[in-house]
């Protein structure tokens, strides 16, 4: 249980680091947000608990294949947000993922990289 919390309370002080720092600094908010933080804590967990290298290595690897469509996303932020408002935007931008999650799995698939 001390190990869930622990974990629990890890993440959230990355996630608060974040947040605060990019009150402060715009680019050394979105660079510290832009590193991959939580996963390596999360592959620093997987091997602390055991997991095998091939599980390890997986989630690696599968982390990779659903970045990439997250991106459009950060593009595209900017300028809706200055039409549409904070909300609007991030639904906008959080369905246009998930529709470019769905189109990134079917084309991976085709080239033989199941994510789902």
Request: proline share 3%; charged share 10%.
């Amino acid at each position: 249980m001390l190990w869930l919390v622990s974990k629990y309370a890890i993440t959230a002080f990355m996630v608060v680091l974040i947040s605060e720092t990019a009150k402060r600094s715009d680019r050394l908010g979105g660079l510290l947000a832009a590193l991959p933080l939580v996963t390596v804590l999360v592959l620093v967990w997987m091997k602390l608990e055991g997991q095998t290298a091939e599980k390890i290595s997986a989630h690696a690897w599968y982390t990779f294949w659903y970045v990439v469509p997250t991106l459009p996303m950060f593009i595209l932020f900017p300028f809706l947000h200055q039409r549409y408002g904070f909300w609007l935007t991030l639904t906008l931008c959080c369905g246009l993922t998930l529709l470019l999650f769905a189109l990134w799995a079917i084309l991976l698939k085709r080239c033989g990289i199941a994510l789902w």
